[in-house]
């Protein structure tokens, strides 16, 4: 069975920083592309970076220059460092990847999300 894990969110002053983690384990062939996503309360969830096999990586604009995503292909983790933080970044942020599994395709998988608070 194929699970993303989240970790590394917390409550951080405005200005701070914080590194999110997300670990793809299970049995799997490769992983495709990866994203952070976030929703705050009220509002939908949103692509926050993503980021694709070959490395190529794109961010919401308001994030930019802010925040950086990465990945480990080896460990099958996938990073958001996250500097500069405003009390507009606070949201439950979730992981998500494109996964091929052995001999029956792929799928979009999410972790269950970790809370990233700001405080201003």
């Known amino acids: 069975q194929v699970q993303l894990g989240e970790s590394g969110g917390g409550l951080v002053q405005a200005g701070g920083s914080l590194r999110l983690s997300c670990v793809a384990s299970?049995?799997?062939?490769?992983?495709?592309?990866m994203a952070w996503y976030r929703q705050a309360p009220g509002k939908l969830r949103e692509l926050v970076a993503q980021?694709?096999?070959?490395?190529?990586?794109k961010y919401t604009d308001s994030v930019k220059g802010r925040f950086t995503i990465s990945r480990d292909n080896a460990k099958n983790t996938l990073y958001l460092q996250m500097n500069s933080l405003k009390s507009e970044d606070t949201a439950v942020y979730y992981c998500?990847?494109?996964?091929?599994?052995w001999g029956t395709g792929s799928g979009d998988y999410w972790g269950q999300g970790t809370q990233v608070t700001v405080s201003s």
């Open positions: 998500n990847a494109r996964i091929w599994r």
């Open positions: 980021t694709t096999s070959g490395g190529n990586s």
């Open positions: 299970g049995s799997f062939r490769s992983i495709d592309t």
